[in-house]
């Protein structure tokens, strides 16, 4: 079926069930719950509590990258489905390391990744998967280019899938194991996400960017403020915003710990799809838009149907700048010489990058370059290093054709692969030596410590790429465009004019071609091979399932102090190319956390011999003696990226419980999905009773149920013991993958 057809069924169907949602709900509707009720597996037996029950839902799509693809289509090899359920692609976009420039770094990739990137097309080819190779573009970027529908839901491998919410698409960053679940039809459970509203009022002038909603947004929410939730935005403000301009919103809410975010149709979107060569679905498209949006009382009343409203005045909007090292620092631009002073931050940009999935659009590109037009004209060139990454081919070929990439290389910058780069930590700098502080500004989305080049001295701030382009010229975290003037080598001044972008280029899209692209044809007879050896991919074994016993005696492996995102559990950067092979890439477990227990990061007490050693090598020790062990966590574990090699190593070294004072949501699914229980502490006081030299062991495991909480006794080394009693979220199926030692296990179960 192509896409139209496609489209028009689901679009029938959405319709439809619209109808049985009012009747059943008996009120007015947000479009979250309009898209949501249409995409039920199962229907509801009552009014679902709001991040509290539980649902089955049926996606249109799944979306995969080419490091989380790996490990999701070696566990799909195992369901044994003959090919996938729903329409699905694989797109390469992260093992580009980012060293030379565009060229080189993609030849040098097609011959470092020549295995994975062969082992990917030949999945994709064996089970009717899309794959779009090396080059193409970032994920999200294409997406959004080529399958990204108002009122469609798509799951993806990527914790910034959300990007497609910029077309009113509900997308949600998941696990691999999600991705076999809808792969594979099997129940796809959830929670009924709460619906954050917030109304746009007003609109954008001067330096104001739509990047600057979402870093305000982070501001007032936190980076835990969103988690169990979906951002609705509405308001008139909406109508303001280019369809790749709420894309960049979007794209964002992920580092709010959002579920996703949406925003409604409007005509904005309508001129993308037409823009981007899908006029027929934009018409179809049109033709409901009084239903891809929130019913009127809603608008009217938001206070009655969103769980908590954000107004957010456009008109008095002000560019800001978060950083460094959480999404969440988030500063007015006029505020940073201050921030800087006070916080001793080095004024001295190093380094300004723009681009990536966030903020590559068109727009994005043509306000950046006449930034730096300006510049050029007035005689200036970048003072910091600069870097250009395209979001996809497209993007690339138009910026070239339109002469924006002449006009950053003229002022000293340097365009990179289509690909996600420095972004992720694919970064090969040789600028700064390990542990040198320095300061780099960015328009992509998160700035943990060591994201961007590993560098745990690099302080990353994040802003709008016409921002980052400004203060790369002026070379100064200090520098406000809108208002500082830069002297000239003649001795006078000049000030920047505030700068101006087209939504959509004037002459259209430059056509790339078919050649990025390989359709999903299936082709059951093509051999998948693994080599035998191969340190980039090994074939995956199952865990083992439960034994109904209680768990006794585990020891604590680590007690994780302050932030424990997944780049400090399972770090990208140079460790991306084991993400096939679970065995490797398991040497970087928790190798960026930092223990209470020996106050470094990745390390650990060996409890057998009383000697500190890498944390690896503490639980392969653990785990040639059969030792299980615990790992416990401070506030929002998990948080950061989609990536389940966070979840799978752990489990794969001997990992069988994990208890938080809370959870970010991806990584507590993916943790059930791999078997481990992870738990939440009743009175997140017990975290602080937990000491080294302490075991944990289960009291009431046998009883396990969705309606029955764990208790846990802490035994001491005198003898004594403290009994825990923690809470849980597991539905009655997730005990099931519990029980079989993971959801894949179950899944291969019931397909054989």
Known sequence: MNQTDLIKQIYDNYLSKIVDAKKFFDRPLTYTEKILFSHLSEDLQSIPERTKTFCILKPDRVAMQDATAQMALLQFINAGMKTTAVPSTVHCDHLITAIKGADDDLDNALLTNKEVYDFLKSVCAKYGIGFWKPGAGIIHQTILENYAVPGTMMIGTDSHTPNAGGLGMIAIGVGGADAVDVMTDSPWEVNWPGIIGVKLTGQLSDWASPKDIILKLAGILTVKGGTGKIIEYFGDGTETISCTGKATITNMGAEVGATTSIFPYDKKMYEYLEATDRKDIADLADKIKDYLKADKEVHENPEK?????????????????????????????????????????????????????????????????????????????????????PGSNQIKATMERDGYTKIFEDLGGKVLANACGPCIGQWQRSDISDGEKNTIITSFNRNFAKRNDGNAAT?????????????????????????????????????????????????????IGSDDFLKAELRPDTQIVIKPGSDRLQALEPFAKWDKKEMKNLKVLLKAEGKCTTDHVSPAGPWLKYRGHLENISQNMYSGALNSFTKTNGEAINLINNKTDNIYEVAKTYKENNIDWIAVADENYGEGSSREHAAMEPRFMGCKIIIAKSFARIAQTNLKKQGIIPLLFKDKSDYDKIECNDTISTINLKDFDNKTNLKLSLNKPDGSSVIIDTLHTFSENQIGWFKAGSALNLIAKKSN
Do not use: W
């Open 305 to 389: 149907y969103y769980d908590e409203v954000i107004e957010i005045n456009l008109s008095e909007l002000e560019p800001h700048i978060v950083g460094p090292y959480s999404p969440d620092l988030s500063r007015e631009i006029s505020d940073m010489p201050t921030a800087v002073k006070d916080n001793n931050y080095d004024d001295n940009l190093k380094v300004g990058l723009i681009g990536s999935c966030t903020n590559s659009s068109y727009e994005d590109i043509e306000k950046a370059a006449h930034v730096a037009k300006q510049a050029l004209n007035a005689g200036l060139k970048a003072k910091s290093e600069f870097y250009i990454t």
């Open 459 to 511: 302080e990353s701030f994040v802003a709008s790429p016409e921002i980052v382009t400004a203060l790369a010229i002026s070379g100064k975290l200090s520098f406000n465009p809108s208002k500082d003037k830069l002297k000239l080598n003649n001795g006078e001044s000049f000030t920047f004019e505030s700068p101006i972008g087209s939504e959509l280029p004037e002459m259209g899209f430059e056509k």
